[in-house]
């Protein structure tokens, strides 16, 4: 006697189903592999370069730098200090990263589309930083729904600058992310689990298209150099991390004035009027504070992500 069909079997799926199960799944198991393990090792310096952006307006800094930054925080918090705020930019990178894989692969199926050309069809460098840049707006605005971006960026920041911001007497520090996002909530309302959100999607929309860009075009590069006939398929680990390196380099320096912005703890109360305050106050160099310590942490970052992506890609794409 033959078994019922499953109306739920793979086989009954319509391709382009198939397609976004395997990007979701692609895009978590990135995370779970490097990302997480990329997370706890960038974190000190992702703390440092947050509290370099966040003394620009300050009559004195605190920090001459993020050695010194990294020094003063393990005197006087130890390795706990190191690490605050670490549990929410790993929930936040879970669905971070298969959101802006899968809204990738598939923003650029729908360029194919409208453009009537076949899946399998090579796009142009322009129409790949297109889909990167809708990839990193999805991300966006789909994490800022689900409580998963902008809310828990913001948090981890105020964990990371908790210690060191000027505050009364009487205010108390909350000692955990869950007392830190009750703390944003109760302030200006479930609003402010929302402040920064301009600075955010500006980063995530050219970030996006930077990141993916430079990706495919270093890749590319390094792909052709062995035969014309070769496509981006074809690309070999260690061009994968390099190109993936170059994309992370070329992300952060380029969209990092829109970071500062986002976590400087400026008395302005919207976006361009703290840029202007933190331009007032140092110019182009407070728009940079802590620059290059995020794009060291970024590079050997984003080539552990592109690595194992494209690793996946093509073992099981």
């Not at 799926?13 to 090792?41: C, E, H, L, N, Y």
């Not at 840049?133 to 105020?158: D, N």
């Not at 703290?274 to 110019?283: D, L, N, P, V």
Request: aromatic share 8%; proline share 6%.
């Amino acid at each position: 006697m033959e078994a019922a069909s499953n109306p739920l079997s793979w086989a009954s799926m319509p391709p382009s189903a198939m397609r976004a199960v395997k990007d979701i799944t692609f895009g978590i198991s990135v995370i779970q592999i490097a990302g997480m393990v990329s997370k706890v090792f960038e974190h000190p310096f992702d703390l440092t370069k947050v509290r370099l952006q966040s003394q620009v307006l300050d009559t004195t800094a605190r920090f001459n730098g993020p050695i010194d930054c990294l020094v003063k925080t393990w005197k006087n918090e130890g390795v706990r200090g190191l690490y605050r705020g670490l549990p929410a930019p790993i929930v936040a990178a879970m669905l971070e990263n298969a959101s802006l894989f899968m809204s990738y692969s598939e923003l650029q199926n729908v360029i194919r589309w409208i453009n009537s050309q076949p899946l399998s069809h090579e796009l142009s460098l322009p129409q790949l930083a297109l889909a990167g840049a809708g990839a990193g707006i999805i991300t966006s605005f789909l994490l800022q729904v689900t409580h998963a971006c902008t809310p828990v960026e913001l948090v981890k920041c105020k964990m990371q600058v908790q210690m060191i911001a000027p505050k009364p007497i009487s205010v108390s520090i909350p000692e955990s992310t869950a007392a830190a996002t009750l703390d944003s909530s109760l302030g200006p309302g479930l609003c402010g689990l929302w402040l920064g959100q301009t600075g955010t999607l500006i980063r995530e929309c050219g970030g996006g298209a930077a990141w993916f860009a430079t990706k495919e075009f270093v890749g590319t590069k390094l792909i052709k150099r062995c035969g014309s006939e070769l496509t981006r398929k074809d690309i070999v680990p260690w061009e994968s991390a390099l190109s993936g390196a170059c994309a992370g380099g070329v992300f952060n320096f380029s969209m990092f004035p829109a970071d500062s912005i986002k976590s400087s703890n400026a008395p302005k109360p919207t976006f361009l009027g703290t840029a202007k305050a933190m331009y007032r106050a140092q110019g182009v160099k407070g728009l940079y504070a802590g620059c290059g310590i995020t794009v060291a942490r970024a590079i050997p970052s984003s080539a552990i992500i592109f690595l194992i992506y494209d690793g996946l890609s093509s073992r099981f794409g």
